[in-house]
């Protein structure tokens, strides 16, 4: 079984990876405060990193799972990121999909959470798109086990199905239940984020909630047919009060006008994205080979290899579980 790269905790690079798997009409969003989830209209699952600790404590996991739910165990190292991600895709039916997933749906509904686990591990065309976004590096490096001194960062799912809230992490046995949904599920499950973040020392703050919503520019889109629309039987329908109507005509094209304006700033925010994905995948081995060859050519390299060693030891390691 092939190796999976890590993946950075990025709404840009998950909303790329996403539509390279086929999925139409969404997109990743990072929230810096929980508050910021209700600036969405449409929530469809919410994505939790945290740094994980060996000995989690214990919950009450449904083992034999849920009807309705699909849940898949994680059964390979640094898949968290896209297992999360699935987790909320395969739990949100009214979603187009596309083909990759579609078929990975029906190939293992009826099957158990570990061999749901070992089908997307077993992949080509999830691990393809995972490993897309794996930097190029100069050297192979050995793959090892992480121990209790490295920080280890792990990828949950919370998404809601047929009215209760599931938490759904892949190196469980099985979904967690949360809670009911009620009238808004985000506002049911931010306390239970909250409390999760909690339970860590106060100076912890590796944390990151992104959540996946409806595309932004395509519900601006929708709404402002919904307004033209409006904006065309007020025009010409005659036999509206005369008072009401013309008084509304303003008020519709502004909003139209701050939709456009916000449909700008998606275009600007989705062309950012896809520079910095290409900046990420980008080869810079040749440019730094070059770059130290000029500085030990300068007498300039030592010092900085010895300062760099001493920055190294004193870091760290952190790496997706």
């Not at 909303?15 to 969405?40: A, H, M, P, R, W």
């Not at 061999?115 to 794996?134: L, M, P, T, Y």
């Not at 008020?251 to 700008?264: E, P, V």
């Amino acid at each position: 079984m092939s190796s999976w790269c890590t993946i950075e905790s990025d709404p840009g690079v998950f909303t790329e990876l996403i539509s390279e798997l086929g999925v139409e009409g969404v997109q990743v969003e990072e929230c810096y405060d929980l508050d910021n989830l209700n600036n969405f209209s449409t929530n469809y699952g919410i994505i939790f990193l945290f740094k994980y600790k060996n000995q989690e404590e214990k919950r009450t996991e449904l083992k034999e799972g849920v009807p309705g739910v699909f849940f898949a165990k994680q059964m390979i190292t640094n898949a968290c990121a896209t297992q999360a991600i699935v987790s909320i895709l395969m739990n949100r039916p009214e979603l187009n999909l596309g083909p990759v997933l579609t078929n990975y749906r029906s190939f293992t509904m009826e099957m158990t959470p570990e061999i749901r686990g070992v089908a997307i591990s077993n992949s080509q065309e999830i691990q393809k798109v995972h490993n897309s976004f794996a930097r190029p590096e100069p050297f192979v490096m050995e793959s090892r086990v992480a121990t209790d001194d490295d920080d280890v960062y792990h990828f949950i799912a919370y998404v809601p199905v047929n009215g209760t809230i599931y938490e759904l992490d892949g190196l469980r046995a099985g979904p967690i239940i949360i809670g009911e949904c009620g009238s808004n599920w985000i506002d049911q499950v931010k306390p239970a984020i909250r409390e999760r973040m909690q339970r860590y020392s106060k100076s912890e703050t590796s944390f990151n909630v992104l959540t996946l919503v409806k595309n932004i520019k395509q519900s601006c889109q929708e709404e402002i047919k919904e307004l033209e629309a409006e904006m065309t039987r007020i025009q010409s329908d005659s036999a509206m009060d005369t008072s009401e109507g013309p008084d509304r005509l303003p008020l519709i094209q502004s909003k139209i006008a701050d939709l456009q304006a916000k449909i700008t700033q998606e275009d600007a925010k989705f062309l950012k994205w896809k520079n910095e994905n290409i900046r990420r995948r980008h080869n810079y081995v040749p440019f730094v080979f070059n770059l130290c060859k000029v500085l030990a050519q300068k007498g300039k390299l030592n010092g900085l290899i010895e300062q760099a060693k001493k920055q190294a030891q004193s870091r760290p390691q952190a790496t997706n579980s």
